[in-house]
């Protein structure tokens, strides 16, 4: 019967420190199209970039257009693409429709992907 507190204390010391991840909360992105492009102003259109877009997937997936497949990590509000074509490229995002590129040292590189998929209108409540 001693070895049941020692189960029940180390089963919850393995639960508390699965839950305490380094960056952030784990999560993923809505599945669907990423159109990126470089954003425009008052007098400029956005230029579409299509050799950088990428369509997610199932488990933390993503398809490039050259239809290589890769994975992502997203942890908050941070995405880096881990393997495949776009590997190594890091996002920030903006809510849940756009993420923006961002360099290694987290300054904007002036790219931004758009989620193509539909849109989400918030309901008061």
């Known amino acids: 019967m ?44 956005a230029a579409e970039k299509p050799e950088l877009g990428f369509q997610t997937i199932a488990d933390s997936s993503y398809v490039a257009p050259d239809n290589s497949t890769g994975t992502y990590l997203r942890l908050a509000d941070r995405v880096t693409l881990t393997s495949g074509t776009f590997s ?4 920030v995002m903006d809510g849940e ?6 360099a ?5 590189i002036g790219i931004r992907c758009v989620h193509a998929g539909p849109i989400r209108i918030a309901t008061p409540g």
């Open 2 to 45: 001693k070895r049941l507190p020692v189960i029940t204390i180390a089963a919850i010391t393995l639960a508390s420190a699965a839950q305490a991840v380094p960056g952030g909360k784990l999560m993923v992105l809505q599945k669907g199209g990423w159109t990126c492009e470089i954003p425009g102003d008052a007098n400029t259109l």
């Open 88 to 91: 190594g490229r890091r996002f």
């Open 97 to 102: 429709e756009i993420l923006r590129e961002v």
């Open 104 to 108: 290694q040292d987290d300054t904007q």
